[in-house]
């Protein structure tokens, strides 16, 4: 047996795999990767973000300017480009807006690292000085928040808080969505505010018309027709099946022979007979409304209409249990009539038509219904898909402003306020971490300067002017993208969320200091075989 001495580490490890290591072949090609990535989604943020075209595998057409949906399709597989990426769905998770942020701020943190390193300056001395300007950036944006919503169930007050959010993903139709998304989250509010959940929030896609034409209903709405003649119910008792609608099917398989003309009349007349039964049973309890989480048998639908009972087939589970929770009634996966406390109720459940399409609504006329519903129209069934991305980060907003009301002026005014007081942070500290400190701070600049790069704006004299007025002690000062000037944020009621900051440099922070930590990369050959389908994805809504 011989022993192998020398090669390197490529000897000791399995044929195929990769080494990379060292300044120029680990740390900036990293860099260089998240710099790539960041071009991509950096176009897109503000008012004014351009949207990007992004054809699936599956020849899908997403057309979006929302940054967590690119990043999802484009499927990016290079490892440090991923750490932004995470660090990104992260942010969506934590609060539902602000992964643009995430991913700006995090590529432009790393740019500035790379011109130290080109610099002369050690990658230790970079995170340490990143570390030590993240704290005080977090302290300082604390000091910023001083705009707060006092009053979460005030209609006015939130429109004016959320409408920068909407602005940000649909310009110039902030006026006519923020009204219906922010009487759509106050309706679902729970007595206690704490619990309220984004998926009490629905939108029905109906396409035609515009989105002017929107509107928001008290209850829970679904875009599709009743499976009778029954299109209106008052004062609605519901039954919710959620095993289907059907007589239930022996396992085994049998054989039935038939010798007679009588025989065959009377071969269904049982099954008719069971059939009758169960719904006159049901309909004895007061149930005027069923729905039917599987197939409806022919012959139940018959002595359904004969009843006078609104029947309606909804096979998504998730629907299913919002519809439970808007009128209060209990999923059924027996077969038979219901319990007084699994009946639910509804003010008014009725079919209507809008643009061709049937949309059946469960209309709940009390102050809290519990479920709201955004019956959304637009011309496309992009915009439409877009709309509702929107309206989905501006709900995940407002549940975040009931953990935490602050907010801080927006339009690039807090950004300029942190590089501003990070800069005198970095001049008064000893040693090589000034460098990094000064570096993090001048990263800030990246949300303004790109915010009047999108508006078509010169971003150089944008910069010097906000950096003038910040001087002179105006902290409020953003950029108004539809004048071309600086104005005050607070004046333009241009607000973001205290959160949504506070976790975007948390995350874009930690991601560019992990990606500095990492001096050599090891890839190992990639197993044969096929590759093994992603199977959370199977059961997302």
């Keep these: 047996m011989s022993l192998m001495i020398g090669g390197g580490l490529s000897q000791m490890l399995k044929d195929g795999t ?66 932004v990426v995470l660090a990104s769905q992260m942010q969506d ?5 602000g992964t643009n942020l995430v991913v700006v701020l995090a590529g432009e943190l790393l740019q ?42 005030d209609t006015d007050e939130v429109i004016k808080f959320l409408k920068s959010t909407v602005a940000a993903k649909q310009y110039g139709w902030e ?49 599709r027709d009743t499976e009778g003649t029954i299109k209106h119910v008052k004062k609605a008792k519901v039954a919710v099946f959620a095993a289907g609608f059907d007589i239930a099917k022996t396992e085994t398989k049998g054989v039935v022979a038939i010798n007679s003309a009588k025989q065959l009349e ?49 096979q998504s589970k998730f629907d299913i249990r919002r519809a439970c929770k808007a009128t209060g ?14 009946i639910g109720t509804c003010d008014e459940v009725s079919v209507d038509e809008v643009s061709g399409s049937k949309i059946c609504i469960f209309k709940q006329d009390s102050e809290s219904s519990g479920i709201s519903t955004i019956i959304v129209r637009a011309s496309t069934e992009n915009m439409l898909a877009d709309i509702e991305r929107c309206i989905d980060d501006s709900v995940s907003v407002f549940k975040s402003v009931i953990r935490d009301a602050r907010f ?65 002690g105006k902290v409020a000062e953003g950029i108004d993208v539809d004048e071309g000037q600086i104005r005050s944020a607070i004046d333009m009621s241009v607000f973001d969320s205290f959160l949504t900051k506070y976790w975007a440099i948390k995350y874009a922070t930690d991601a560019a200091i992990t990606i500095l930590r990492v ?23």
């Excluded at 004014?48 to 899908?60: A, E, F, P, R």
């Excluded at 998770?93 to 807006?97: F, K, L, M, S």
């Excluded at 011109?115 to 970079?126: A, F, N, Q, T």
């Excluded at 219906?180 to 029905?204: G, H, K, W, Y």
């Design 18 to 83: 990769k080494h990379l290591s060292g300044l120029e072949e680990a740390i900036l090609r990293n860099i260089e990767a998240c710099k790539q990535l960041t071009q991509v989604t950096r176009t897109s943020l503000g008012p004014n973000g351009q949207n990007k075209m992004v054809i699936t595998q599956h020849d899908k057409l997403i057309v979006t300017s929302d940054a967590a949906t690119i990043i999802k399709e484009l499927e990016v597989i290079h490892p440090a480009a991923k750490m």
């Design 93 to 97: 998770q934590e609060i539902g807006d």
């Design 112 to 153: 500035q690292a790379e011109s130290l390193i080109r610099m002369g300056l050690h990658p230790s001395d970079i995170i340490s000085g990143y570390s030590s300007a993240s704290k005080k950036a977090l302290e300082i944006l604390e000091e910023l928040a001083t705009i707060k919503c006092n009053n979460i169930r």
């Design 175 to 223: 006026d006519i969505l923020t009204p219906l998304i922010t009487n759509a989250c106050i309706q679902a509010l729970p007595r206690e505010a704490i619990n309220f959940s984004v998926d009490n929030v629905r939108v029905a896609k109906i396409s035609g018309g515009g989105i002017s034409d929107s509107k928001y209903v008290k209850g829970f709405a679904i875009a």
């Design 266 to 314: 009377n071969y269904t007349k049982g099954e008719e007979k069971m059939m009758e039964d169960l719904i006159n049973q049901i309909a004895d309890t007061g149930v005027n409304v069923i729905i039917s989480g599987g197939p409806i048998a022919d012959i139940a639908l018959h002595f359904i209409e004969r009843r006078q009972i609104l029947i309606i087939k909804i």
């Design 329 to 342: 009634a209990t999923p059924l996966v027996r077969m038979g009539a219901p319990m007084a406390e699994e």
């Design 408 to 472: 801080v002026p927006g339009a690039g005014a807090c950004e300029i306020e942190l590089a501003k007081r990070l800069t005198t942070f970095g001049e008064s500290t000893p040693g090589l971490e000034q460098y990094a400190i000064k570096k993090f701070a001048e990263a800030f600049e990246v949300i303004p300067r790109t915010l009047a790069e999108n508006a078509g704006l010169t971003s150089t004299d944008i910069i010097s002017s906000l950096y003038s007025a910040h001087h002179s």
């Design 519 to 541: 001096d050599q990369i090891i890839v190992a050959k990639a197993a044969g075989g096929p590759k093994v389908p992603n199977m959370a994805a199977r059961d997302e809504e």
